[in-house]
C-alpha cells in the first residue's frame, strides 16, 4: 500500500473508533490502542506533510487561534419554539393541527437538550460552518471550536446531500461541568452556573484545544435542505444518524395523544438519568409537507411545541445553616441539608439569601424543605413541610455578630444583607480581598488561588495585597502540595502583575462599587491615585457615571490612614498608580465632542472594537439614547426600543459602512 493509501486508511479508522466511543458509547478498542494509533498516525502526517488534511483525526484537538468570531447571517432564521407547561396546552397544540390539516398525521417526540444551539453547514460531506444562534438572524462563526467537539463529525459516511444544513444542541455533561467547576474554584475564579452556561462560555473561547479539553458532547434534531432523502422529519434523522451524527435513541413517532402523554410522563422520570440536562419534550409533526402546510408565525413554527418540566423540586432535611462571610463582609446564610439528587447532581448546601428570607420561611433546624434548582449555581429553599415539624425543634436566629471576628453585623437602610463592618481584620474579607486582587480581570496573578492565598494567610506571611509583593520563592515552595516550579511561576506572574495598567489596579483594590466600569472611568479623569484620593464628593458625583454612592465610598476608603499605607506601600512596589495623558493614543479628533451609542449586530468589527474606535478618535460611549445622544452606530436588527427611542428624540442613526468612510 503506499503511503497517502496507508494515512487514508487510518483516518478512516480512527473516525470510526471516536464514533464508536463518542456517539455510540461503545468503545471498540481501549484507550492505549486508540492513543497508539493516533500516534502512528500524527507520525505519518509529520513524516509526509505534503498529505496534510484539515479534516484529519489529528486535526481535532485543535491548533488555530481564532482571534475573533466572524458573524454570519442564517440561510433559514432560527427560531425558537412556543413553550407550554401544561399538558391541557399540548393537547390544543394537537387539535389545532388535527383542524388545520383534517386529514392524518404523526407527532414526532424528543428529548428538549437545555444547551447552545448550532448550526452545522455540510458540503459534499465536509463540515464547513457551524455558526451559534446569536439573534436568530445572525450568529457567532464558532467553526474551530466545533471541530474540537468530538462527537461532531467533520466528514459523513454514506449517501448524504451535496449541501445540507443540521441543528442541534451542544452540551456539558454534568461530570464535566462539575470537574470545571471544582478546577475553577481551587483557582478561585467564578463559578459557571449551571451546564448551559459553561456550554455557550466554552464555545466562546478563543482557544479550540481547551474547547477539547472540555469534553463538550452534541445531539442533532432538524435537518434542513433542498433535497433531503425522506419526505418526513423521523426518516431523515434516523438517515443522519447512518453519516455519523448522534441522534438521541429517545426520539419517538407517536400517532395519537395517549402515546404523546405516555412518553412525556415517561421522559419525566427517566431524564434524571441521563448524562446531560434537558428541560422538556419537543412535539414535532412528523411530515415535512404537512409541516409545510401549517407554517411559521413570525417568532415560531406551526408544526412544533416544546413543553416544559417544572423546575425539579426535592425534599429534605434541614442539618444546619452555616454563615458565610464574602469579600465585602456580607454575611450570607447557607443551609446545609441532607443530600438529595436534583437534575443530575447532588445537592448539600442552599442558598438562604438574607435574614428576612429566614423569618418568611419560618425556618426551624430540622425542618423537611422543599429545594429547587434555578440558573443559579447553588440551588434554593422554596418552602417548608410544616406538617412534619415537631415542637421541640429551634427556630433559625440570624446572628447578631460576625461569626469569624465577633464584630457585631450592621445592616445599611434599604438593604437586606447585614454587614460585618470590620473590613480590614475580618480573616474571610481580608482572604476575599487578596483572591479579588490576584483575579484575571484585576492583576491577573495567575496560580495564587483560593487555597494557596488561604495558607498563605494562615501562616501569616500575607495579610493584606501589599504584602504578595514581598513573598519570596522559598515562602511559597514551602507550602503544602506547592512544588518549586510552581513557586517560580507565581512569582514570576506577581512580577509581571506590576506593569498592569492604572485602571485595572483600581478595580484590583476592591473598593466596594468600583467594579471594572467605574474603575475605568475613574482612572481616566483622575490620572493619578494621588488625584483621586484628593477627590472630594462634589468633584466626584461631577464625573459621568458616578453616583453620590460611588462617591461616598471612594472618599471613605481613601479616608482611612491603613489604606494610605497600604497605597504607599504599592507605589514603593512599582504598581502602576497614573496613567499617560491618552491623548497621544488618540487617531484622530474626528468624533470630538460626539456621544455615540451602539446598537444592533455588526459584521466588520465587533462592539468592542467599535467602542475603542470612537474612543480612539476622541468620541464618547454612552449605552443609553439621551437629548445628549449625537447619534446612534446602528447595526442590523437594532433594538425596537432604542430605535423608537431615538426616533421620537430626532438623533440620527449612522450604518457601519458610513460610520467607517467618516472615519477615513
Ligand atoms: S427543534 C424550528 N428539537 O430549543 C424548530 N429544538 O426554543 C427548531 N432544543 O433553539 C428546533 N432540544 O436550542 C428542537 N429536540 C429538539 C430540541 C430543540 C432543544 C432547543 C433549541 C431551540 C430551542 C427552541
Known amino acids: 500500500m503506499n503511503v497517502l493509501a496507508h494515512i487514508k486508511e487510518l483516518r478512516k479508522e480512527i473516525d470510526r473508533y471516536n464514533h464508536a466511543y463518542y456517539v455510540e458509547n461503545n468503545p471498540v478498542i481501549s484507550d492505549f490502542e486508540f492513543d497508539m494509533k493516533l500516534k502512528q498516525l500524527e507520525e505519518m502526517e509529520k513524516a509526509y506533510p505534503q498529505y496534510f488534511d484539515k479534516n484529519s483525526p489529528t486535526q481535532r484537538v485543535g491548533s488555530d487561534l481564532t482571534k475573533n468570531f466572524k458573524q454570519v447571517e442564517h440561510r433559514y432564521p432560527m427560531l425558537s419554539l412556543a413553550n407550554t407547561y401544561s399538558e391541557g396546552e399540548v393537547m390544543e397544540f394537537y387539535n389545532r393541527v388535527k383542524k388545520s390539516l ?135 434523522i434516523q438517515q443522519a444518524k447512518q453519516w455519523g451524527f448522534k441522534i438521541s435513541d429517545a426520539v419517538c413517532c407517536c400517532k395519537n395523544p395517549d402515546e404523546i402523554f405516555e412518553y412525556i410522563h415517561y421522559w419525566d422520570i427517566e431524564r434524571h438519568h441521563l448524562p446531560v440536562a434537558t428541560d422538556g419534550i419537543v412535539l414535532k409533526v412528523n411530515d415535512l409537507i404537512q409541516q409545510k402546510n401549517l407554517g411559521l408565525t413570525a417568532k415560531s413554527p406551526r408544526w412544533a411545541i416544546a413543553y416544559k418540566y417544572q423546575a425539579e423540586r426535592g425534599l429534605t432535611r434541614l442539618n444546619s445553616v452555616s454563615y458565610q462571610v464574602g469579600r465585602t463582609g456580607a454575611v450570607t446564610p447557607i443551609a446545609n441539608l441532607e443530600p438529595v439528587l436534583l437534575s443530575g447532581t447532588t445537592v448539600k448546601r442552599a442558598s438562604l439569601h438574607n435574614a428576612d428570607i429566614i423569618d418568611s420561611l419560618d425556618l426551624h433546624i430540622g425542618d423537611m424543605v422543599y429545594v429547587e434548582k434555578g440558573g443559579e449555581i447553588i440551588p434554593k429553599i422554596t418552602g417548608v413541610e410544616v406538617s412534619s415539624r415537631v415542637t421541640t425543634m429551634s427556630k433559625v436566629i440570624f446572628p447578631d455578630k460576625c461569626p469569624e471576628c465577633e464584630s457585631f453585623l450592621v445592616r445599611n437602610e434599604d438593604e437586606a444583607a447585614y454587614y460585618c463592618p470590620n473590613d480590614d481584620n475580618c480573616p474571610p474579607q481580608i482572604k476575599g480581598k487578596i483572591a479579588h486582587f490576584v483575579s484575571r480581570k484585576a492583576m491577573n496573578i495567575t496560580g495564587l488561588g483560593d487555597e494557596t492565598i488561604s495558607l498563605l494567610y494562615e501562616k501569616g506571611l500575607i495579610g493584606n495585597v501589599a504584602d504578595i509583593y514581598t513573598l519570596k520563592e522559598t515562602d511559597l515552595s514551602t507550602l503544602e502540595r506547592l512544588g518549586e516550579k510552581s513557586a517560580k511561576n507565581i512569582i514570576s506572574a506577581i512580577e509581571t502583575s506590576k506593569q498592569v495598567p492604572y485602571e485595572n489596579v483600581l478595580f ?42 460611588i462617591a461616598k465610598s471612594v472618599v471613605s476608603y481613601f479616608s482611612k490612614e491603613e489604606h494610605k499605607t497600604l497605597i504607599n506601600r504599592l507605589q514603593e512596589a512599582g504598581l502602576q498608580l497614573s496613567s499617560e495623558a491618552k491623548e497621544a493614543e488618540l487617531k484622530s479628533s474626528k468624533l470630538e465632542g460626539k456621544t455615540i451609542v451602539i446598537s444592533g449586530v455588526f459584521y466588520k468589527h465587533s462592539r468592542d472594537e467599535y467602542k475603542e474606535i470612537i474612543e480612539q478618535n476622541g468620541g464618547k460611549n454612552s449605552g443609553a439614547i439621551s437629548a445628549k445622544t449625537s447619534f446612534v452606530l446602528a447595526g442590523d436588527n437594532m433594538g425596537p426600543s432604542k430605535k423608537d427611542k431615538a426616533d421620537k428624540l430626532g438623533i440620527p442613526s449612522v450604518s457601519e459602512d458610513d460610520f467607517l468612510a467618516m472615519l477615513k
Open 508 to 549: 484590583a483594590l476592591g473598593i466596594r462599587y468600583v467594579g471594572e466600569t467605574v474603575a475605568k472611568r475613574l482612572a481616566k479623569t483622575f490620572r493619578s491615585i494621588e488625584s483621586l484620593a484628593k477627590a472630594s464628593f462634589e468633584e466626584l458625583v461631577q464625573v459621568d457615571e458616578i453616583g453620590e454612592m
Open 102 to 236: 383534517n386529514t392524518n398525521f404523526e407527532i414526532v417526540c424528543e428529548l428538549k437538550f437545555d444547551g447552545a444551539s448550532i448550526s452545522l453547514i455540510y458540503e459534499n460531506g465536509e463540515l464547513v460552518t457551524a455558526v451559534t444562534r446569536g439573534n436568530g438572524t445572525v450568529g457567532d462563526d464558532v467553526t474551530a471550536n466545533i471541530r474540537a467537539i468530538k462527537s461532531i463529525p467533520i466528514t459523513l459516511n454514506g449517501n448524504y446531500p451535496s449541501r445540507f444544513e443540521i441543528r442541534g444542541e451542544i452540551l456539558m455533561p454534568f461530570a464535566v461541568f462539575e470537574g470545571l467547576n471544582e478546577e475553577k474554584a481551587k483557582k478561585g475564579e467564578p463559578l459557571f452556573a449551571n451546564p448551559r452556561n459553561a456550554t455557550s462560555g466554552t464555545l466562546k473561547l478563543q482557544n479550540p484545544s481547551e474547547v477539547a479539553r472540555r469534553k463538550l458532547d452534541a445531539y442533532l434534531y432538524y435537518i434542513l435542505g433542498d433535497n433531503l432523502p425522506h419526505n418526513t422529519h423521523y426518516d431523515n
